[in-house]
């Protein structure tokens, strides 16, 4: 297609703002299925396009992240989780110069993968799955990617760039990638770092407007102390609901502030001439020396206060006794699963593909089909 050379290209505005470091889209290695290159999107714009208008993406919406929707309507979903990666994952991006476009696909991809019911629900089927190769949401993120989607029809799967699937496969074994000689792409770091800045500001939020934990309980550790302190040095007096706003506005500020200013000053210090030579460097982005403790203490914090919680408890042995029973409900009756998975079991086997079924289901469908096709079966 001709096309107006007044607009700008990718290449230009990417030569323009990324740091030589960056990961450029003139040196993507391509897809596994050649395509024409975009009039005006570049490669990761086109990643990040096919991600959101994926069906595995909308149904983000109907999958719990911690709590689940009948615990409320305030609370994070998997979807609304993933958005606030995004959000500060481009946010480090632009400051650090990498490539944002790449950052936002990775992002919005990252969590695309995960079953229904959370790590309750991957927990489950690992287990189911155990004989089987086990199961993991970040593994079944690059199924989806390159098999499961059916949008295109010259290719299966959405025919990602091999920067966002290889980011997902540091995401899916990090300790092969932690012992590789080489760091993965700065932009694949930066999703990493986002995500835990990200769900460990926003479940502190949760769990307190839910009630599961006290602010004051929470201020007996020092990172949401610091968050206390300088969200009260801003306004003083707090109503409690603001004040566990500005704790939450705070904890991400300090986590981002000291990424930027430890890690990323170490980062445009190296002069990396190109993304090729901070990989093969080995060069990691992470919290300074100051903060990993104070961090490493509000998430041991949540797991035994938050996602160890009675009421959470209660609410993963329930998902994973339903999903046990459909794993094996839907084996002996597979005239119950979708022609497509009915095909699909042909080559994959029926415990894989009954395993991918369940995985691709929302919350509420997931308790619907239950009740529908095997509650009675008790
Ligand atoms: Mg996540």
Known sequence: MAFSADFSTVADREAAVLAPYAMFSRDSRGRRHAEPSHPYRGPFQRDRDRIVHSAAYRRLSGKMQVFTGDMGDYHRTRLTHTYEVASIARTMARALRLNEDLVEALALFHDIGHPPFGHAGEDALNELLA???GF???RHALAIAEELENRYPDFPGLNLTREVLDGQVVRADKRAAAAAGDAPLLEVQIVDLADSITYDAHDTDDAVQLGLVDIDSLCQLPLVQDAARRARARHSPLSPKMLRTGIVHELIDIQVGDLLQHSGRQLIAGDFPSAAAACASNFRLGPSDSLRGPKRDLEAFLYANVYRHPRLVAVRTRAQERLRHMFEGYQRRPELLPASFQQRAANRGLRRTVGDYLAGMT????????????????
């Open 363 to 378: 919350d509420r469908f997931c308790d619907e089909q239950f009740h529908l096709h095997f509650a009675g079966e008790g």
């Open 131 to 133: 004989e089987d190769g």
């Open 136 to 138: 993991s949401h970040n």
